[in-house]
C-alpha cells in the first residue's frame, strides 16, 4: 500500500471532518482513481479477514459482558414471581406493594438515564477495556447484594446504585466496535452481543425454575441464591475480561503502553498487528487520527436535531423490551393464571428464544443493506404492535401467549438497528465525540421509555392490575401507542435524511474529504446480497 494513501499525521482537523489524503487532488468530486476492479476485490477480501479476527477476539468477550449484566439487571423480575406459594418471593419477604416494586424498577432506570452520558464521555478518555471492565465489577458487587435485601428502602437504594454502575454500558459498547468497525457494520455485531440479553432472559427463566428448588437450603430464599451466584460469577468475569477486550488500536509502529508491576497481567495482546494492523489502519483511519474534542464539540453533538427522532425510536421499542422482560412472567399468569412459579419461568423462555432468532435474521441483512436501515426498524417494530394487540384482544389463553411470542420476534431487531444507524449518522458528522456523546444520549434519553412502563404501567397502574380478564390491558394499549411514536419518527428520520443529508451522504464542504477505505466502500452504496450464500459481484478487469 502506497504510504500517500496514509493520512497526514500532524494535519489538525476540524471535529466533523476526517482525516485528508496527502497528495489528493482537492478537485476530485468521486473516487474515481480507486483502484482497478481485480485489486480492490483482492483488498476488500483481506479487510474482511481483518473483521473477523477481530470478531473472535471482541464478540465473546462482548457477548459474556452483556450476558451477565442483563441477567443481574433484569432477575429482580423473575423474583417477584419465585416461590410465591411458600410466601419467600422478594415482593413477599421484603412486604413490598405492586407500587413500590414498580418505583424500585423505575429507580434503576432514572440513575442509569442520568449517567449513561457521563459515563460514555469518560470512556473516550481512558482506556475503554479498563472502564468496561469497571462497569462488569460494578453490577457483580451490587448485583449479589441483591441477596441481603431486608425492607423497602435498602431495594429501592440497591436498584439506584446498580443504575449508577451499570450506566455507560449499553451505549459504550456501542462506541467501543466504532473503534474497530465502520458504522455500517456495526448493526450485525450489535446483534450479536445483543443476543446475550435474549439468552440471559431465556436462560435465567429455566435457571430460575432451579434456584427455586434450593429454596431453604442454607437459610436462604431461592431469589437470594440467585442473586448471589450471579453476582460472584459476574464478579470473577470482570477480571477476565480487562485481560480479553484489547485497548483502543494504534497506528501501526505505535510505541505500546509503559504497563508495569501486576497490572501488566491484565494487558492483553494488540487485538492486530503487523499486516492485518496496516490493513486496518488504511481502512478505518478516521479512528486512528480522532481530533481531541471539549464542551464546544458536545455541544454540536447536543445540538444535532437528528439525535431526536432516533431518541424517539429509541424511547418506544426499549420501552416495551423492559416491559415485556419486567412483568412478563405476569402478563403469562393473568392470561392462564393457574400456572406455578416454574411453570412461568418455562413459558418466559420462549419469548427471548423468538427475539434472538429474529436478531440474527434481520441484523446482519440491516447492515448489508445499510441505506435501508429504518425499514428494518419499521417493521419489527409493527409486528410487535401485533402481538400486543393479540396478547390483549384473543379471547383464550395460549393464543394470548402467542401473541407474547409475536411481541418478542419483533423485539429483536429494533434495537441494535437504532443504535447502528446512530452510529451511522454521527461518526462522519461529529467524530469520536459524536459517537460517544450520540449513543448516550438515544440510550439514556430513550429509556425514560423504561421508566415509563416500570413505574406507571403494569403494577404500577393500580386501576389496571386487577385480576380478571382486563387485567393489563391499558399498559398493552400503551404499549402500542409508544410503539406508534416510533415507528412515525423513523418514518420522519428516513424522510428527512432523504431530503436534508442526501442519504447521509456528506459532502466534500460539510465535512471534508472522506479518505479511508471504509468511507469510499459507503460511498458506492449497500453491499446488499453480494457475498452471500456464495453470491459475488462481477469484477470488471
Not at 415507528?487 to 447521509?504: P, T, Y
Request: glycine letters at 10%.
Amino acid at each position: 500500500m502506497s504510504t500517500s494513501a496514509r493520512p497526514a499525521l500532524g494535519k489538525e482537523t476540524e471535529p466533523n471532518e476526517l482525516p485528508i489524503l496527502v497528495g489528493q487532488s482537492s478537485q476530485s468530486n468521486s473516487f474515481s482513481e480507486d483502484r482497478e476492479g481485480g485489486e480492490d476485490a483482492i483488498l476488500e477480501a483481506k479487510v474482511e479477514q481483518v473483521y473477523k479476527k477481530l470478531d473472535r477476539r471482541i464478540l465473546p468477550a462482548l457477548w459474556i459482558l452483556y450476558f451477565l449484566c442483563a441477567a443481574v439487571r433484569s432477575n429482580v423480575g423473575l423474583s417477584i414471581t419465585m416461590n410465591t406459594a411458600s410466601g419467600h418471593s422478594l415482593g413477599q419477604k421484603l412486604k413490598l406493594t405492586p407500587h413500590q416494586i414498580s418505583t424500585g424498577l423505575a429507580l434503576f432506570y432514572v440513575c442509569y438515564v442520568l449517567f449513561d452520558v457521563p459515563a460514555n464521555l469518560i470512556m473516550t478518555r481512558i482506556s475503554p477495556h479498563v472502564w468496561m471492565s469497571r462497569v462488569v465489577l460494578g453490577v457483580g458487587i451490587v448485583g449479589a447484594c441483591h441477596a441481603t435485601l431486608t425492607h423497602a428502602w435498602n431495594f429501592y437504594l440497591i436498584r439506584v446504585l446498580l443504575g449508577i454502575v451499570i450506566a455507560g454500558m449499553w451505549p459504550g459498547m456501542a462506541y467501543y466496535l466504532t473503534l474497530f468497525y465502520p458504522p455500517s457494520k456495526t448493526g450485525k455485531r450489535i446483534g450479536m452481543y445483543f443476543t446475550a440479553a435474549q439468552v440471559s432472559a431465556a436462560v435465567a427463566g429455566l435457571v430460575s425454575a432451579g434456584f427455586q428448588l434450593m429454596d431453604g437450603s442454607g437459610g436462604l430464599t431461592g431469589y437470594q441464591w440467585m442473586f448471589l451466584i450471579y453476582g460472584l460469577v459476574t464478579i470473577a468475569c470482570a477480571f477476565l475480561i480487562l485481560w480479553w477486550l484489547p485497548d483502543r488500536p494504534k497506528a501501526p509502529g505505535s510505541l505500546p503502553d509503559d504497563v508495569k508491576g501486576f497490572w501488566r497481567l491484565f494487558q492483553g495482546a494488540p487485538a492486530l498487528r503487523g499486516e492485518d494492523s496496516a490493513i486496518h489502519y488504511e481502512d478505518l483511519a478516521r479512528v486512528y487520527h480522532a481530533p481531541p474534542w471539549g464542551l464546544r464539540e458536545l455541544w454540536k453533538v447536543m445540538c444535532d436535531w437528528r439525535l431526536w427522532p432516533l431518541t424517539v425510536m429509541y424511547f418506544g421499542v426499549v420501552g416495551v423490551g423492559i416491559g415485556v422482560q419486567s412483568f412478563g412472567t405476569l402478563i403469562i399468569k393473568s392470561a392462564i393464571p393457574r400456572l406455578t412459579g416454574v411453570q412461568l419461568s418455562l413459558l418466559f423462555a420462549p419469548i427471548w428464544v423468538c427475539d434472538l432468532i429474529a436478531i440474527l435474521i434481520f441484523t446482519p441483512l440491516a447492515d448489508r443493506f445499510h441505506k435501508y436501515r429504518f425499514i428494518f426498524f419499521i417493521g419489527p417494530a409493527i409486528l410487535q404492535m401485533i402481538g400486543l394487540l393479540v396478547t390483549t384482544y384473543a379471547s383464550s389463553p395460549w393464543p394470548r401467549y402467542i401473541g407474547l411470542l409475536i411481541v418478542g420476534f419483533g423485539l429483536g431487531p429494533t434495537v441494535p438497528n437504532c443504535m447502528a444507524w446512530t452510529n451511522e449518522i454521527f461518526q462522519p458528522r461529529h467524530g469520536d465525540i459524536g459517537v460517544a456523546a450520540a449513543t448516550a444520549l438515544v440510550s439514556g434519553l430513550g429509556n425514560l421509555g423504561s421508566v415509563t412502563t416500570t413505574y406507571a404501567l403494569y403494577t404500577g397502574w393500580a386501576s389496571d392490575n386487577k385480576p380478571g380478564p382486563l387485567q393489563y390491558r391499558k399498559s398493552n394499549l400503551m404499549m402500542v401507542g409508544i410503539l406508534a411514536i416510533s415507528v412515525c419518527s423513523a418514518i420522519l428520520m428516513a424522510v428527512l435524511r432523504k431530503v436534508v443529508d442526501n442519504n447521509g451522504v456528506i459532502k466534500r464542504d460539510q465535512a471534508g474529504v472522506i479518505v479511508d477505505g471504509a468511507a469510499r466502500r459507503d460511498l458506492k452504496g449497500h453491499r446488499g446480497l453480494d457475498g452471500l450464500f456464495g453470491r459475488k459481484k462481477k469484477v470488471s478487469t
